[in-house]
DNA sequence: GTGAAAGCGCTAACAT
DNA sequence: ATGTTAGCGCTTTCAC
């Protein structure tokens, strides 16, 4: 091999190839491959055996071109970072292998930033595309709506007609979580510790949490809620807060997700409260390690995977019919008690 | 909107259809988005007007078919589950789009299956692939090879000349570990505790630990290295095994992960043994909640996100120059000590 | 059942 | 500086 070879596209075998080693015309190769039944058996063998003979393999491309099929859908998540967006990627990912579709992925997918040249995903070879919107996006929206393929948007609420919507019903599941906090303290002792304020998951849990713990309590003090981020260091840093005003012991905290409920035990246990009994703790999420610390953390379960999914198949659904109902799919959380 | 539009591609915008409103011909559209340089100001400014009148976006297909160039690489994963592989994702991901290529990613990825009617991958529309293999897999490896595309190899060891190399010296950061287990207790108490056996990884891990130990004892038993998967279920069970036996309390533990570690402590804690009195353990991956649960979990850190970022690297170098010399690139693992 | 031929939307010589 | 034209490799009418 030299040190410059051809272009890959140059030397490989093409449908001429087959055609002209096989005695016949493109089109009948063409036909073995696409639509075998339409094609003499005799043909037809002769035919797979020289495709096996030269390693022919179908160029993906000019069929896409072809065809205006890529069987390739996008995915655009905030990020790739942590069990969240890595397990709604992996279900995303089987759900679209099913389908015979390939995925690719844009993490930290943001539109209209600086003065970029390239659009954050290439729109126009993609049959269609899920979208990860966890926080107040318009400009990744309005550029993804306007490229005309197919979407599907996860976790923010859109109501557009044309484009399809899987949510979390983060409201049950909180509420089951702030009512069995409820029922080991008062109300007032009761905080809810989110991440982002911007982010809809958390907007939704806080919300749920406000109006269960206000069922039971006059007012819920505005420092009953916090906002930080989807990382332990806040719940620590929150924890501390806490602390050093002598409010942690006997209370309750639902955490925005379990890396936040990591950090306050954490916290916690440095400060010597005792789990349950000092301080009771919920999470969200239902991450794997929740049920290995110590104590297991009562956490609540998001079905990531299904909602990768259940994304992947409305797409699907519109790809084949564009004009389609919108649809929606809400899934549901629920509270997985453990000894936290 | 009706129900049955047209399919995308019809209605698109094309090159033509800018080219015609415009008063130029398509060339000339080309050479605006491609090579502005080459075309005077005042044609570029009013083909440029068109462009955005018309919402024109190029096709990503059809520039692909001519220049065969997609700039769309491949990584194919054994699965995407967990930090290690989320993170390497991550990485590869980041250093993609750096290089202003997409990532279309194979979750699962296994070759010569069943009677699978498609490859692994649509090799014929990537410019370049990633393949992180964990255990052999020469279907896999040969399906990609024989396909032509450029080829990075990341965890397996693979000398061939048109294929580059991404490696992690697992043997320093367990002989580290090993070292580190030797100074709080005599080497025939150390044990490890791997993945799968087949595992490249816990493979190396396992013989720079037998190594190490082996310069303290006459001889490693067959008893102190145990194989079993990744996971903290296979970790609680060697570790119940061990203490049936009265065996795990004044041990010293090399995990072959952080879940697997996290599954002895659990099981530990359970029987009533102090971490580290009772109990030294070191993982490996220094995962983000090593530092987190109680006792900090001591562990060697990979950088899986520079693993990612350096096969991207090295694939971006073979795809300029498909001939050139093969590379190889192990990056290093080193001992966090922490509290365990 | 098979072949000839017309493109899919674009880039890149080659002309002018 | 711009236009003309020949494909890239494939699918798909339309003839035969």
Redesign the pocket.
């Known amino acids: 091999m030299s040190r410059h070879d051809q272009p890959r ?2 030397s ?8 002209r080693d096989a ?9 073995v ?3 075998p ?4 058996p ?3 063998e002769r035919v797979q055996k020289v495709i096996r003979e030269l390693g ?4 993906a ?3 896409a ?4 099929r890529s069987d390739i859908i996008g995915i655009a998540l905030p990020d790739i970072h942590g069990e969240f967006y890595s397990e709604i990627l992996r279900g995303a990912d089987a759900e679209a292998r099913r389908h015979g579709l390939r995925l690719l992925i844009a993490g930290e997918a943001r539109a209209g930033e600086d003065n970029r040249t390239q659009t954050t995903l290439p729109y ?1 070879l993609l049959d269609g595309l899920v979208v990860l919107i966890t926080e107040p996006n318009d400009l990744l929206l309005q550029e993804a709506r306007q490229s005309g393929v197919p979407i599907c948007v996860l976790d923010a609420e859109v109501k557009q007609p044309d484009i399809d919507n899987v949510l979390v019903d983060n409201a049950t599941g909180a509420a089951e979580a702030a009512a069995h906090l409820l029922g080991r303290l008062p109300g007032d002792r009761c905080y809810f510790v989110g991440g982002a304020e911007a982010n809809f998951d958390t907007k939704q849990r806080a919300s749920a949490f406000r109006r269960v713990v206000g069922e039971s309590v006059r007012t819920v003090r505005a420092d009953q809620t916090a906002f930080g981020d989807y990382s332990s260091e806040w719940g620590r840093r929150w924890a501390s807060g806490m602390i050093a005003k002598g409010r942690l012991r006997g209370a309750g905290v639902l955490a925005g997700n379990d890396e936040i409920a990591f950090g306050i035990l954490s916290a916690a246990r440095d400060a010597g409260l005792a789990i349950p009994d000092d301080l009771a703790i919920v999470g969200f999420d239902n991450s794997r390690l929740a049920s290995i610390v110590h104590p297991a953390l009562s956490s609540v379960h998001i079905p990531l995977r299904e909602l990768g999914a259940a994304a992947v198949e409305l797409l699907v659904r519109r790809i084949a019919d564009p004009g389609c109902e919108r649809r929606e799919v809400r899934l549901a959380s629920r509270l997985i008690v453990r000894s936290s």
């Open positions: 596209s140059r490989a075998v093409s449908l001429a190839d087959v055609a005695g016949v015309s493109v089109a009948t190769v063409s036909r491959i696409n639509t039944g339409l094609v003499a005799a043909t037809a022919y393999q179908p160029n491309i000019a069929r071109l072809m065809t205006s126009s």
